[in-house]
């Protein structure tokens, strides 16, 4: 289209105009303009250019470009219809994502319900005329069956069979356990762990704290856990007063709900029944529980013959009997079937008289089921007392008293491998003692920064032992590894832990925290198994700490009689001996060691 063309408004909606077309070397790109000038472009006063570039290897055979006039190839006049329907769109913004879109969801899958259905197994396959109840018949007819020729052919061909299995089975000990004795040295690189599995929360409003844990005897996986508020200025009448049994694997409901009329704060598992639990109340009574009779107690003290403050430890002595400890100062024992009346009682009153009013609040108890007579208490006042169940005077059933917390002792439990000492938790740290040293503890770790609530010994291993704080952290020490400071420590809850406890096959931990929440966690196996000679280096370590403590107990004049003053004095000389004789070795090696350099 030329400019004339323009000028006389001449359009045509498929005019085509190549211009600028020229050849060009075979290694360059050839280029050109075509416009396309539509009808809608030239009431607009648009004008739309096309630009398209070719590589030349990519064209055919050379083109041959010459100059010649403009050529009219198609000529459609407009049609003044289709002007009348043009409709100008207005311009729209739209975004473009240059990716996928996501979304991020959680998912559950359903879980697979179990269920435990008995089987009789009944004797059959006996012919109709025999009853197999008759020893006789049955007598009669195995005889009858054994001279059979098809019984005794069978009887020959699987007894080489059977004799062949035999013969492999006694080849190799498939049981033998190899490398039994030795350590493994994975196991001695180990870096110790912990790794938080499960959480489990409180189902009530108002959150309460956990105040005590049990285990289901046997290694079983379920966890009974006390809810109670001890704080009297937080505590409400329409609180709820529902504790629950967990099992681990399912953290959304828990299995059974302990139904009762208050607050629980402690529970126990039977030892010897997978099913019955004893526990004590806020308000001071003990309830009996049975989790396969539902949700209620089967059997509660009256609450006249019961505590008169919260019971903060209830434990099992024997299948059907149990006894308590409560801040009111009395230790009570009961008969689980007929918990009308505690069958015995212990005032603690350390002057000896039975007076209710100078009695101390048990708030922690504890006892070796080698010796169930004997148990110790840990008391609101700091100090822990031995005690006898049974003595011949009754103002003789304390024993001893131990003191050494500034604060109530929260914890305490005997070693389960050496019932002669116990670990207790009050006030900033943790104390280990002997039960021959009564003035101080053999062993206790440094003051931390916050409060310990909980402690508890490892089941399966006796030199480890576990420790919560009012800063959500819990430690795991280690006094074979290192006793100044913890193995591992790890930060579980921003909000305070209440307690702790191990699972009796070592790996797992429970701790509970102020808010109600459960944290269950798996330690690394360094931790929960029992490295060779563990038990003579602890019980070493033990006996070590104990014999110093009795030295420095002579030299302070509490005991004479068993050192003697020229035992003492050897003693602290010692020490003074070897240092000075260390100087003289290492000052003539350093005078050796000059000479050899002067003589060189």
């Given at each position: 289209m030329?400019s004339q063309?323009?000028?006389?408004?001449?359009i045509t909606s498929?005019?085509l105009?190549?211009?600028?077309l020229s050849t060009?070397p075979?290694?360059?790109?050839?280029?050109c303009?075509i416009?396309i000038?539509?009808y809608?472009a030239f009431?607009?006063?648009?004008?739309i250019?096309?630009?398209y570039a070719?590589?030349r290897s990519?064209?055919g055979r050379?083109?041959?470009?010459?100059?010649r006039?403009?050529e009219?190839?198609?000529?459609i006049?407009?049609?003044?219809k289709?002007?009348?329907q043009?409709v100008l769109?207005t311009?729209?913004?739209?975004?473009?994502q240059?990716?996928?879109?996501?979304s991020?969801h959680?998912?559950?899958t359903?879980?697979?319900?179990?269920e435990?259905q008995?089987?009789?197994h009944v004797e059959?396959?006996?012919?109709k005329d025999?009853n197999?109840l008759?020893m006789?018949?049955t007598?009669?007819f195995?005889?009858k069956?054994?001279?059979?020729?098809?019984?005794m052919?069978?009887?020959?061909?699987?007894g080489?069979l059977i004799a062949?299995c035999?013969g492999?089975?006694?080849a190799?000990?498939i049981?033998?356990?190899?490398?039994?004795?030795?350590?493994?040295l994975d196991?001695?690189?180990?870096?110790p762990?912990?790794?938080?599995v499960?959480?489990?929360?409180d189902?009530s409003?108002?959150k309460?704290?956990?105040?005590?844990f049990?285990w289901?005897p046997?290694g079983?996986?379920?966890l009974?856990?006390?809810?109670?508020?001890?704080d009297s200025?937080?505590f409400?009448a329409?609180m709820s007063a529902d504790?629950?049994?967990w099992?681990i694997?399912?953290?959304?409901?828990?299995?059974?709900?302990l139904?009762?009329?208050?607050q629980l704060?402690?529970?126990?598992?039977?030892?010897?029944?997978?099913?019955?639990?004893?526990?004590?109340?806020?308000?001071g009574?003990?309830m009996?529980?049975?989790?396969?009779?539902?949700?209620?107690?089967?059997g509660v003290?009256p609450?006249?013959e019961s505590?008169?403050d919260p019971?903060?430890?209830?434990?099992?002595?024997e299948s059907?009997e149990a006894?308590?400890?409560?801040t009111?100062?009395?230790?009570?024992w009961?008969?689980?079937?007929?918990?009308?009346k505690p069958i015995?009682?212990?005032?603690?009153?350390i002057?000896?008289k039975d007076?209710?009013d100078?009695?101390?609040?048990a708030?922690?108890?504890?006892?070796?089921a080698?010796?169930p007579?004997t148990?110790?208490?840990?008391?609101e006042?700091?100090s822990?007392?031995?005690?006898k169940?049974?003595?011949?005077?009754?103002?003789e059933?304390i024993i001893?008293?131990?003191d050494?917390?500034h604060g109530p002792?929260?914890?305490?439990?005997?070693n389960p491998?050496?019932?002669?000492?116990?670990l207790?938790?009050?006030?900033w740290?943790?104390?280990?003692?002997?039960?021959?040293i009564k003035?101080?503890?053999?062993?206790w770790?440094k003051?931390?920064?916050?409060?310990?609530?909980d402690a508890?010994w490892?089941p399966?291993?006796?030199?480890?032992f576990?420790t919560?704080?009012?800063?959500?952290?819990l430690?795991?020490?280690?006094i074979?590894?290192?006793?100044n400071d913890?193995?591992?420590?790890?930060?579980?809850?921003?909000e305070?832990?209440?307690?702790?406890?191990?699972?009796?096959?070592g790996s797992?931990?429970a701790?509970?925290?102020?808010?109600?929440v459960i944290?269950?966690m798996?330690?690394s196996s360094?931790l929960?198994i029992e490295q060779n000679?563990?038990?003579?280096?602890l019980?070493?370590i033990?006996?070590r700490?104990?014999?110093r403590e009795k030295v420095?107990k002579a030299?302070?004049g509490?005991?004479?009689?068993e050192t003697?003053?020229?035992?003492?004095k050897?003693?602290v000389?010692?020490?003074?001996y070897?240092f000075?004789?260390?100087?003289?070795?290492e000052q003539?090696?350093k005078q050796?060691?000059t000479?050899q350099?002067?003589?060189?």
């Amino acid at each position: 289209m030329t400019s004339q063309h323009l000028q006389s408004g001449q359009i045509t909606s498929s005019n085509l105009i190549i211009s600028n077309l020229s050849t060009t070397p075979f290694n360059r790109s050839p280029s050109c303009k075509i416009y396309i000038p539509p009808y809608q472009a030239f009431l607009s006063g648009m004008e739309i250019v096309h630009e398209y570039a070719k590589v030349r290897s990519d064209f055919g055979r050379q083109c041959l470009f010459s100059d010649r006039h403009v050529e009219m190839l198609v000529d459609i006049p407009p049609n003044p219809k289709l002007a009348s329907q043009f409709v100008l769109k207005t311009t729209r913004d739209l975004g473009v994502q240059g990716c996928y879109e996501m979304s991020e969801h959680e998912v559950n899958t359903d879980r697979f319900e179990y269920e435990n259905q008995g089987i009789n197994h009944v004797e059959g396959g006996w012919p109709k005329d025999i009853n197999s109840l008759e020893m006789e018949q049955t007598i009669r007819f195995k005889k009858k069956v054994e001279k059979d020729e098809i019984y005794m052919n069978s009887v020959l061909v699987l007894g080489e069979l059977i004799a062949q299995c035999v013969g492999q089975n006694n080849a190799v000990d498939i049981y033998q356990e190899y490398f039994k004795n030795e350590q493994l040295l994975d196991e001695l690189q180990e870096v110790p762990s912990i790794e938080i599995v499960n959480k489990y929360r409180d189902r009530s409003k108002v959150k309460r704290s956990i105040t005590c844990f049990s285990w289901q005897p046997g290694g079983g996986s379920k966890l009974a856990a006390a809810y109670s508020c001890l704080d009297s200025r937080k505590f409400t009448a329409d609180m709820s007063a529902d504790s629950y049994i967990w099992d681990i694997e399912s953290p959304n409901y828990p299995q059974a709900i302990l139904q009762a009329t208050s607050q629980l704060v402690c529970l126990t598992y039977n030892p010897r029944d997978l099913n019955t639990l004893v526990s004590g109340c806020r308000n001071g009574q003990i309830m009996l529980w049975d989790a396969r009779a539902g949700h209620q107690a089967t059997g509660v003290s009256p609450l006249e013959e019961s505590h008169t403050d919260p019971v903060y430890k209830a434990m099992w002595l024997e299948s059907d009997e149990a006894f308590s400890a409560s801040t009111d100062g009395q230790i009570l024992w009961w008969d689980v079937r007929h918990l009308s009346k505690p069958i015995e009682r212990l005032i603690l009153d350390i002057k000896r008289k039975d007076d209710l009013d100078n009695a101390l609040g048990a708030i922690s108890l504890d006892y070796s089921a080698t010796s169930p007579n004997t148990f110790i208490v840990g008391t609101e006042q700091g100090s822990v007392l031995s005690c006898k169940r049974a003595a011949e005077i009754p103002t003789e059933r304390i024993i001893c008293t131990y003191d050494g917390h500034h604060g109530p002792v929260y914890a305490l439990q005997k070693n389960p491998f050496f019932p002669q000492n116990f670990l207790t938790v009050g006030d900033w740290g943790a104390r280990i003692w002997s039960d021959e040293i009564k003035e101080t503890a053999i062993m206790w770790t440094k003051h931390q920064n916050a409060n310990l609530t909980d402690a508890c010994w490892s089941p399966v291993r006796p030199s480890v032992f576990v420790t919560v704080n009012m800063d959500g952290w819990l430690d795991i020490w280690d006094i074979l590894f290192k006793q100044n400071d913890p193995t591992i420590s790890f930060k579980v809850r921003e909000e305070p832990l209440c307690t702790v406890q191990v699972h009796e096959a070592g790996s797992k931990v429970a701790c509970g925290s102020q808010l109600g929440v459960i944290s269950l966690m798996k330690i690394s196996s360094g931790l929960c198994i029992e490295q060779n000679n563990e038990q003579d280096l602890l019980s070493e370590i033990l006996e070590r700490e104990a014999k110093r403590e009795k030295v420095l107990k002579a030299q302070r004049g509490g005991d004479e009689s068993e050192t003697d003053d020229q035992t003492l004095k050897e003693l602290v000389l010692k020490p003074e001996y070897d240092f000075y004789n260390l100087l003289d070795s290492e000052q003539r090696r350093k005078q050796w060691e000059t000479r050899q350099r002067h003589y060189k």
